[in-house]
């Protein structure tokens, strides 16, 4: 299973985060932490999806089914 690390920073006025690993061109902020996690794993899912890869879902970092709804 692949693991995927972010460098997260604290800003003046909110969060960043972006990728470790500098092959994958992934970031965002949040104004708290929650909402960090959230844009982090929304960032890194349309970058998966966009290589065609699975996504992950916010509970497990296995990856998630693709459905259509």
């Not at 985060?17 to 929304?42: K, Q, W, Y």
């Amino acid at each position: 299973m692949k693991r995927f690390i972010f460098i997260i920073e604290n800003t003046n006025t909110s969060y960043s985060a972006f990728a470790a690993d500098t092959s994958i061109p992934v970031g965002t902020t949040g104004v708290n932490v929650r909402e960090l996690r959230e844009n982090m794993l929304h960032a890194l899912n349309l970058w998966l999806a966009g290589e065609g890869l699975p996504t992950l879902t916010d509970k497990t970092s296995s990856p998630a089914s693709n459905r259509s709804e």
